[in-house]
Nanobody, 125 residues
Framework: VQLQASGGGLVQAGGSLRLSCAAF????????VAWFRQAPGKERAFVAA????????DYADAVKGRFTISRASAENAVYLQMNSLRPEDTAVYYC???????????????????WGQGTQVTVSS
Protein backbone atom coordinates (compact mmCIF):
# COMPACT_ATOMS: atom_id res chain seq x y z
CA VAL A 1 0.00 0.00 0.00
CA GLN A 2 1.25 3.47 -0.89
CA LEU A 3 -0.13 6.62 0.67
CA GLN A 4 -0.44 9.99 -0.99
CA ALA A 5 -1.15 13.14 1.00
CA SER A 6 -2.52 16.23 -0.70
CA GLY A 7 -4.50 19.39 -0.07
CA GLY A 8 -1.94 21.61 1.58
CA GLY A 9 -1.46 25.25 0.69
CA LEU A 10 -1.19 28.80 1.91
CA VAL A 11 -4.08 30.17 3.95
CA GLN A 12 -4.65 33.16 6.21
CA ALA A 13 -5.13 32.72 9.92
CA GLY A 14 -8.71 31.74 10.67
CA GLY A 15 -9.08 29.97 7.35
CA SER A 16 -9.65 26.32 6.51
CA LEU A 17 -8.03 23.55 4.53
CA ARG A 18 -8.90 19.91 3.93
CA LEU A 19 -6.09 17.42 3.60
CA SER A 20 -6.57 14.10 1.86
CA CYS A 21 -4.73 10.83 2.32
CA ALA A 22 -5.36 8.34 -0.45
CA ALA A 23 -4.22 4.73 -0.54
CA PHE A 24 -2.98 3.03 -3.69
CA UNK A 25 -2.18 -0.60 -4.27
CA UNK A 26 -4.56 -1.81 -1.60
CA UNK A 27 -7.24 -0.74 0.81
CA UNK A 28 -6.66 0.75 4.24
CA UNK A 29 -10.30 0.92 5.24
CA UNK A 30 -9.63 -1.41 8.17
CA UNK A 31 -6.38 0.21 9.20
CA UNK A 32 -5.70 2.91 11.74
CA VAL A 33 -4.79 6.10 9.89
CA ALA A 34 -3.17 9.11 11.48
CA TRP A 35 -1.91 12.55 10.62
CA PHE A 36 1.37 13.91 11.93
CA ARG A 37 3.01 17.25 11.30
CA GLN A 38 6.54 18.55 11.37
CA ALA A 39 7.40 22.21 11.69
CA PRO A 40 10.90 23.49 10.82
CA GLY A 41 13.38 22.54 13.52
CA LYS A 42 10.86 20.45 15.43
CA GLU A 43 10.08 16.80 15.89
CA ARG A 44 7.30 15.18 13.90
CA ALA A 45 4.22 15.38 16.14
CA PHE A 46 0.91 13.55 16.32
CA VAL A 47 -2.16 15.44 15.13
CA ALA A 48 -5.09 13.04 14.83
CA ALA A 49 -6.01 9.41 14.26
CA UNK A 50 -9.01 7.36 13.25
CA UNK A 51 -9.08 3.81 14.52
CA UNK A 52 -9.35 0.70 12.41
CA UNK A 53 -12.03 -1.18 14.27
CA UNK A 54 -14.29 1.32 16.00
CA UNK A 55 -13.85 4.33 13.76
CA UNK A 56 -13.35 6.40 16.86
CA UNK A 57 -10.95 9.30 16.75
CA ASP A 58 -8.22 10.87 18.80
CA TYR A 59 -6.68 14.34 18.61
CA ALA A 60 -3.71 16.22 19.94
CA ASP A 61 -4.73 18.86 22.47
CA ALA A 62 -3.45 21.62 20.19
CA VAL A 63 -6.02 20.83 17.50
CA LYS A 64 -9.05 19.61 19.45
CA GLY A 65 -12.19 21.43 18.43
CA ARG A 66 -10.59 22.78 15.25
CA PHE A 67 -9.55 19.70 13.26
CA THR A 68 -11.69 16.71 12.26
CA ILE A 69 -10.42 13.42 10.90
CA SER A 70 -12.78 11.27 8.88
CA ARG A 71 -12.74 8.24 6.64
CA ALA A 72 -14.38 7.80 3.22
CA SER A 73 -14.27 4.07 2.71
CA ALA A 74 -15.75 4.15 -0.78
CA GLU A 75 -12.93 6.46 -1.83
CA ASN A 76 -10.25 4.57 0.09
CA ALA A 77 -9.27 7.87 1.66
CA VAL A 78 -8.97 9.67 4.98
CA TYR A 79 -9.46 13.40 5.37
CA LEU A 80 -8.31 16.01 7.84
CA GLN A 81 -10.58 19.04 7.93
CA MET A 82 -8.68 21.92 9.48
CA ASN A 83 -10.63 24.98 10.61
CA SER A 84 -9.66 28.12 12.49
CA LEU A 85 -6.09 27.69 11.37
CA ARG A 86 -3.33 29.47 13.26
CA PRO A 87 0.22 30.39 12.26
CA GLU A 88 1.49 27.72 14.66
CA ASP A 89 -0.26 25.08 12.52
CA THR A 90 2.29 25.76 9.79
CA ALA A 91 4.10 22.50 9.06
CA VAL A 92 4.50 19.65 6.64
CA TYR A 93 1.62 17.27 7.27
CA TYR A 94 2.09 13.53 6.82
CA CYS A 95 -0.45 10.74 6.80
CA UNK A 96 0.49 7.38 8.22
CA UNK A 97 -1.28 4.05 8.44
CA UNK A 98 -0.99 0.69 10.09
CA UNK A 99 -3.15 -2.45 10.22
CA UNK A 100 -2.09 -3.20 13.79
CA UNK A 101 -1.79 -0.09 15.95
CA UNK A 102 -3.07 -0.50 19.48
CA UNK A 103 -5.07 2.35 20.97
CA UNK A 104 -2.50 3.26 23.59
CA UNK A 105 0.18 3.70 20.93
CA UNK A 106 -1.60 5.74 18.28
CA UNK A 107 0.38 8.94 18.90
CA UNK A 108 3.71 7.24 18.38
CA UNK A 109 5.47 7.64 15.04
CA UNK A 110 7.02 4.21 15.37
CA UNK A 111 3.61 2.53 15.42
CA UNK A 112 3.08 3.24 11.71
CA UNK A 113 4.81 1.42 8.90
CA UNK A 114 3.26 3.25 5.98
CA TRP A 115 3.76 6.97 5.33
CA GLY A 116 2.74 9.45 2.69
CA GLN A 117 5.13 12.00 1.26
CA GLY A 118 3.86 15.04 3.14
CA THR A 119 1.99 18.16 2.13
CA GLN A 120 2.95 21.70 3.16
CA VAL A 121 0.48 23.81 5.13
CA THR A 122 1.38 27.45 5.64
CA VAL A 123 -0.79 29.76 7.73
CA SER A 124 -0.06 33.45 7.47
CA SER A 125 -0.87 35.90 10.26
Amino acid sequence: VQLQASGGGLVQAGGSLRLSCAAFGGTFNRWTVAWFRQAPGKERAFVAAIFRSSGSTDYADAVKGRFTISRASAENAVYLQMNSLRPEDTAVYYCAASPSVIRSNTASKTAYGYWGQGTQVTVSS
